[in-house]
Every structure is written in C-alpha cells, then in structure tokens.
C-alpha cells in the first residue's frame, strides 16, 4: 500500500475534546487524578507509607515539647503568647504540608530541569509548570499536614470562622513556599544544577517561619519581608489569626499573588532555554 | 500533503569544557571556558502524511536534538518547523494532541503504578472523550497484547512488556504523526519484531505518519520507505531505504558449495569471509571488481555445486555507511 493509499484509506477521527466547553471540569479532573496516583504510589509500599508519615508528626512533636517548656517557664515572648506559637507551628508545617503533599515536585523542579526530565511533561498537552507540580507526593509531608490539623484542633480557634482564617493561612503559607521554591529553583535555566542551592534558601524560607516575628528587630524584620518572605507566614498567627490586621493580610496577598506571576514568568522564559539531556528517567 | 516540514533548522549548544581530573575542576570553577557545538546544522526536509521516515545517523549526529526539536521540547537555534500545521515550540499544546512520543530512555508510565493507572491518567492529559477512550484503550490492550500486564506494577514488568506499554499509552489519543526515539533499543530480536510489525499496522490502518530514530537495522528495513541520514548536524542523505541500500551496498556475499577441498583461494578484489570443508562465504566489493569475473575466477580451478548471491544484510551497510561519514571527516 503506497503512503497515498494509506493517507486516503485512513479515516482521522479526533477522540479529544480538548477544544469542547468545559475546559475547567477537565484540568481539575486532570489534577485530581494526578493526586489520586500520587497517593496511590505512595500507598504501593503500605509500611514504609505510615512509618514516614509517622516520623514527619514526631519530628514536628518535639518542637511543640520544646516551646511548650519555654513558655511553661516565660509567659509571653515579645507578646507572643503559647497558643500563638502553636498557631505559628501549624500554619509553617501546615503550609508546607499542602505544598509538598500536593505539589510535590516544587523543591525538585532544579534538579528535573539539570537533568532533562522535563521533556515528558514537554511532550503532553497540559501546562508545564501545574503538571511538574501535581506529579509527586512527598509522603514524610502527609504527617506535615495532619500535624498542623492536629495541633489546630488542640490550640485553634475552631468556630467557623476561625476555620476560614486557619484555611485562609495555610493557602497563603503554601502559596509563598511553592512559589519561592519554584523561583529559586529556575535558577537552573540559567546557571546549571542549582539543586544545593535552591534548597539552601527554601530551608533559610522554611526555618525562620518557625520563630516569632517580634524576636527580629530592625534589619532582621527587613531581611524578613523585603529578602525571604518568611514575615509574611510567619506574622499570620498575630496578624490574620488572632486578629484581622488589614494592612498586613493585603500585603501578604499581593506578596503571594506576585510570587504566583514571577514564579510563572520565570519558569515559562526559563524552558526556552531548557537543554533537555539523555539521562534516563522514570516517572515514580 | 506535508504533515513535517522542516527549512534550516538548526540548534547550538553552550557546553562547558574542563580538563581533566581536580586541578582541572578547580581552574574551570575560577575561569570557566565554553564552546559552541552546533548539534543541528540548518537540515531541510518535509515528511508527507502516512510516510515512514527512518531518520538515521551516529551517535551525536543531531536525531534526538531535531526530534525534540520537531515535538516542541527544545527551542531551535534558527530556522523554521511545521508539524501538522503547527509551529512545535510556540503551539506546543495544540500540537501534542496530536502528535504521540516515544523515547526509548524516558518513561511516562508511572513506576510503581500499573499500567491501567497511567493509561487513565492520559485519557485525563489528552481530555479524552469517555467511551472513546474505553474503546480505544481496549484496542490497544488487544493489539499489543497487554491485557496479562494491566494490573501489574510497572517496576515488575520486563524491558519489552514496559516498551510495548509505552507505545500503546502514546498511541491513546490517536496521533497523527508518531514520532519514535530509538524505541527497540535493548529489547530482544522477538519483542523487536512485534513491535514492528504493531508500528506498521498502525501506519497501514490509521494513515499514522512515522518519524522514527534508530540504530537497529531491522527496524529501517522492516519499517521504514524512506531515509535521512544526518551526520554532524547534516543531511548527508534523504531518499528510499532501496536507495540507500544501493549507494552504501558496495559489497555482495558469494556462498559457494564445491565438490572438494577449496584450498588457499587468492582472488582480487574478493576476500574469504568463512571456509570449511566444502563451503566458502566470499565478500566481493564491486567497486573492484564484478561478481561474474570473482565467480570466473573460482570456477577455473574448481568445480561449484551450488552457488548463492546475496546482498549484505542491512546491519553492514549502516556500519559501512557510519565508517564512512568517519573517513570522510578525518579526511577533511
């Protein structure tokens, strides 16, 4: 059969609906099911999946011992009472938590990048970036997750209310840590493999979003709003849970909105750089 | 009608140049250098719908870099590409509807997930209509004969039963153009065969174009009508496999059976591939000579029972060919 004869004969009927209404229901339906696997993979090896996740909740329980010493002795640190810190702790490991339990992949992407496993999200139809994101689960951070939920319901303010601000917190925790990870870690368009590096300032963001703010004085609190923007998680127990501060919540927002935009900015200039590499990669 | 069309395409790489061991990790580290290597050099050429193009070359020569090139990964260094009407790297969403990728060192089946798992998760990437999706996904279990490895972890299934998941999971969404990198590489001569010959239905039924890259020579011969040859970035070569069968097949093999011993045999411009009692494999190069004046030659001192001509198998033209894109470039 010559190749005319195979071009005729063959009918080309298209089976995606990509250009159909209901675009939305259909990227949800994608990013669902990409949560759905994720767990299921992590679920594949049952025993190790509860032991890490066990360990992460421990882990997270000995700084909880270690505060509730400290203020069993001083009352109140710069105003910061006991239930602040505690507030404090379940929105830092509780954003955390969303970020990695969710979108996995965002302290990775310079690695992904270095090595050239970009090319089989490259190859599929769906945004890049969201697709980098949802295709792993750190397990250790389900623990994370329901650390933060388990000292929510001990310490919170559980009316429903206090539940929107606490969801509300956590949104904006998980928002700024994805994205300052993802910005750090295109670094790598640029500058090779920057995996040392960029998880060197996402553990600086991570760490000072476990200390009070009011501990920091003058350049400090500068370093902490203006360089890493561990302020802006950091002040939410204060500043949006205890009391709706106006002023500090927009800025939070307009920080996290404009994290989303460079972060997007950024990786999407960063792929038109993107060298690919012949290492071979399984997707796990 | 073209379904690749592709006019001075080119990509260069920055890569970064070391010497060798400590000392010279150090001295790159205060004062790095960096050359150009140019992996695609300005290539020319259009694929029409339903064609089989095997596109050829050593190891370096440019294929995966033009692939990647052509499926929207990478971003050219210069000139132009359409695939289905598509630019690749600026309509690379809309195009990978279309189109189906296999890459023979990347997987995009989930490790520890069966196949089914990712299987669904495409028909989700593809935005794939339901029951067409059921329908499809079911033809391609019975196809390729998957329904044993389903429910199976990928991590427990062989080399080959991976490979033909992986082909059936690009082939979901119908792709009009399929574009394979190396996909027989490290199978064995059984899983090669049927994957060539689902690969050439598919071509048959669906009017599927087929670019694909390989350093196997059953998967040009069996698979493929036309060729292009790059070597160093450039198209050395772009005609029917016949064709180049022809132009790099300057050797023809003599299997000769005579009635005694053969003896020392001393004939220009033939060597004597195998002997044994009464069996000698010769290889003329008819670039020399001619297979009448080898064969003259033979039967003026003894006497043929049998005789066979036989081209070279597909394997030594490749080799032959690859052997002489290195002379040529010593020489120049």
């Not at chain 2, 023809?252 to 195998?274: F, H, N, S, W, Y």
């Amino acid at each position: 059969m010559s190749t005319e004869d195979r071009t005729n004969s063959a009918s080309y009927y298209s089976i995606t609906e990509h250009d159909q209404p209901g675009k939305l229901r259909r990227q949800l339906s994608f990013v669902l099911r990409s949560w759905t696997l994720n767990l299921a993979g992590a679920m594949e090896f049952r025993l190790s999946f509860l032991l890490t996740a066990g360990m992460m909740m421990i882990n997270n329980i000995v700084w909880i011992v270690f505060w509730g010493l400290y203020f069993n002795r001083f009352q109140v640190l710069n105003g910061w009472e006991l239930h602040d810190v505690m507030m404090l702790w379940a929105v830092s490991a509780g954003g955390f938590g969303l970020m990695a339990t969710f979108f996995g992949n965002a302290s990775r992407i310079a690695n992904i990048i270095a090595t050239g496993q970009l090319d089989v999200y490259l190859a599929q139809p769906k945004p890049v970036l969201l697709h980098v994101l949802i295709s792993r689960m750190s397990v250790s951070a389900i623990g994370d997750v329901l650390f933060a939920l388990l000292v929510f319901a001990i310490f919170g303010d559980k009316s429903a209310a206090g539940i929107a601000k606490f969801g509300l917190a956590m949104a904006i925790a998980a928002v700024i840590f994805i994205f300052f990870s993802v910005i750090v870690n295109c670094l790598a368009f640029w500058v090779g493999n920057t995996e040392g590096l960029s998880i060197q300032l996402f553990n600086a963001l991570l760490t000072f979003t476990t200390y009070p703010t009011s501990i920091f004085k003058s350049w400090g609190k500068l370093v902490l709003f203006a360089v890493i923007p561990a302020g802006f998680i950091s002040y939410l127990p204060i500043g949006l849970l205890r009391e709706i501060n106006l002023p500090f919540l927009i800025g939070a927002l307009a920080v996290s909105a404009l994290f989303v935009a460079c972060g997007t900015l950024l990786f999407y200039r960063g792929l038109k750089r993107y060298t690919s590499g012949n290492m071979m990669t399984l997707r796990r | 009608m073209s379904s690749i069309r592709v006019e001075q395409l080119g990509k260069a790489f920055r890569i970064k140049k070391k010497q060798e061991g400590f000392a010279g990790s150090f001295k790159s580290l205060l004062k790095p250098l960096y050359e150009d290597k140019t992996a695609v050099d300005g290539i020319t050429f259009s694929a029409r719908q339903g064609e089989t193009v095997a596109f050829l070359g050593p190891n370096g020569a440019g294929k995966s870099t033009t692939i990647k090139m052509l499926t929207g990964i990478l971003h050219p260094t210069i000139g132009f590409a359409e695939v289905l009407g598509c630019c690749p790297w600026t309509e690379r969403t809309k195009l990978s509807y279309r189109i189906g990728s296999v890459f023979g060192q990347k997987s995009q089946l989930w490790y520890h997930l069966p196949p089914i798992d990712t299987f669904e998760l495409m028909s989700r990437i593809y935005e794939l209509r339901r029951s067409d999706y059921l329908q499809r996904r079911d033809e391609m279990i019975e196809r390729f004969e998957l329904a044993p490895y389903m429910n199976t972890p990928v991590r427990k299934l062989s080399l080959g039963e991976r490979m033909r998941c992986e082909i059936a999971a690009s082939l979901l969404h119908r792709p009009q153009v399929l574009f394979l990198d190396e996909p027989t590489i490290g199978l064995d001569v059984v899983v090669k065969q049927r994957i060539r010959r689902l690969i050439h239905e598919l071509n048959e039924q669906e009017g599927t174009t087929v670019f694909l890259t390989s350093h196997d020579a059953g998967d040009i011969e069996q698979l493929c009508e036309r060729a292009i040859v790059i070597n160093y970035g450039r198209i050395v070569f772009d005609d029917r496999v016949e064709l180049m069968k022809l132009r790099y097949m300057t050797h023809k093999t003599i299997r000769l059976v005579v009635a005694d011993d053969p003896g020392d045999m001393d004939i220009p411009g033939a060597t004597v591939v195998e002997r044994s009692e009464t069996k000698v494999v010769l290889s003329v190069d008819t670039s020399l000579t001619t297979i009448e004046a080898a064969l003259t030659n033979v039967m003026s001192s003894r006497r043929i029972i049998d005789v066979t001509i036989e081209d070279p198998p597909m394997e030594e033209i490749i080799t032959r060919m690859y052997g002489d894109f290195g002379e040529e470039d010593c020489s120049s």
